[in-house]
Nanobody, 115 residues
Framework: QAQLVETGGGLVQPGGSLRLSCTAS????????LDWFRQAPGRQREWVAK???????TYADSVKGRFTISRDNINYMAYLEMNSLKSEDTAVYYC?????????WGQGTQVTVSS
């Protein structure tokens, strides 16, 4: 059974940094495209960043230059390094893995940016 588990969320002050991790199991990790999404209270889930199996990365305009997505195919991990955090980055962050008709989500980790 495929599983994704996010960790690393928490409370951080504006301008601070956090690193989210996504641990995968039960899937052929290296062939999957990995995304991070987020959902703020009262808002729809939005896409944040993507890294393909070939390690091509793309970012939402709202996080470009501040967030970095990466992956470790040996340890089945994905990461989202978040810098210069803003209050509008507050959300539950989700890890997502896709390959053809296979589609998996983690349970999410809360990130709160507040002074």
């Amino acid at each position: 059974q495929a599983q994704l588990v996010e960790t690393g969320g928490g409370l951080v002050q504006p301008g601070g940094s956090l690193r989210l991790s996504c641990t995968a199991s039960g899937l052929a990790f290296r062939v999957f495209t990995l995304d991070w999404f987020r959902q703020a209270p009262g808002r729809q889930r939005e896409w944040v960043a993507k890294i393909t199996s070939g390690e091509t990365t793309t970012y939402a305009d709202s996080v470009k230059g501040r967030f970095t997505i990466s992956r470790d195919n040996i340890n089945y991990m994905a990461y989202l390094e978040m810098n210069s955090l803003k209050s509008e980055d507050t959300a539950v962050y989700y890890c997502h893995a896709t390959y053809y008709n296979m589609d998996y989500w983690g349970q999410g980790t809360q990130v709160t940016v507040s002074s």
